[in-house]
């Protein structure tokens, strides 16, 4: 099966830059995603990764550790609108965390 | 279609009623996905459709779940006796192409819908 583990929420302020780990068990993997929800929509595409290393994506990056079984999500010069919850998803089963609330304070 | 459509948006129900949710994907896209997703939690699997086929429906939570995709493009998913629990927001997602899971270049990416918010009373 798949265990997926993130933190519940993070409080940051505007500007500056919030780390969102994941932590995951998984009987096979093919990549792994990380996904934006507002509240109220749907989920939309972030990131994905399949190799060790870290992915960037303008004020976005997304690491992996194949061995460690983990990954987190950066998120620099935080603005108002990144208050959203982040879902970290495997690629296998298709299995997602119960996502982190960030809020995003002035 | 440009999105993901989903129909209705808001469903309200009485315990032991039957419905039946629908799902338009984008064009093209040949697999599609539902999912289950509650207050605070994140996106619940239930079940995944290769084509017409159900290539994974190992997660329908018991046999009042039943979803078919008869054309290989929209899929209706379809909840018998509805029971309280069954209240969540049912959200489907399509994505381009699916290679047994394999992921091939982000191919797995999801786009989802607005999903279906379903209460039952």
């Known amino acids: 099966g798949q265990n997926i583990d993130q933190p519940t929420e993070m409080t940051a302020t505007e500007g500056a830059i919030v780390q969102i780990n994941c932590t995951y068990q998984?009987?096979?993997?093919?990549?792994l995603f990380w996904y934006q929800q507002h509240a109220g929509e749907a989920p939309t595409f972030l990131s994905y990764n399949v190799l060790d290393g870290l992915e960037e994506k303008g004020r976005f990056s997304s690491f992996l550790s194949r061995s460690k079984g983990y990954s987190y999500l950066l998120l620099k010069e935080l603005q108002m609108k990144d208050s959203a919850s982040y879902l970290c998803a495997l690629d296998y089963k298709l299995s997602f965390g119960a996502g982190t609330t960030v809020t995003v304070r002035a | 279609g440009a999105g993901v459509s989903q129909t209705p948006s808001n469903k309200v129900t009485e315990k032991g009623k039957y419905v039946e949710l629908r799902c338009d994907p984008i064009?093209?896209?040949?697999?599609l996905y539902w999912y289950r997703q509650s207050l605070g939690q994140g996106p619940e699997f239930l079940i995944y459709?290769?084509?017409?086929?159900?290539?994974?429906d190992s997660g329908l939570p018991n046999d009042r779940f039943f979803a078919v995709r008869p054309e290989g493009s929209v899929s209706t998913l379809k909840i018998q006796r509805t029971e309280r629990g069954d209240s969540a927001v049912y959200l489907c997602?399509?994505?381009?192409?699916?290679?047994?899971?394999?992921?091939?270049?982000?191919?797995?990416?999801?786009?989802f819908g607005a999903g279906s918010r379903l209460t039952v009373l």
């Open positions: 997602a399509s994505s381009l192409i699916d290679l047994a899971g394999q992921g091939l270049s982000g191919a797995n990416v999801l786009t």
């Open positions: 998984t009987s096979g993997f093919n990549g």
């Open positions: 459709f290769q084509g017409t086929g159900a290539a994974d």
């Open positions: 064009s093209g896209h040949t697999a």
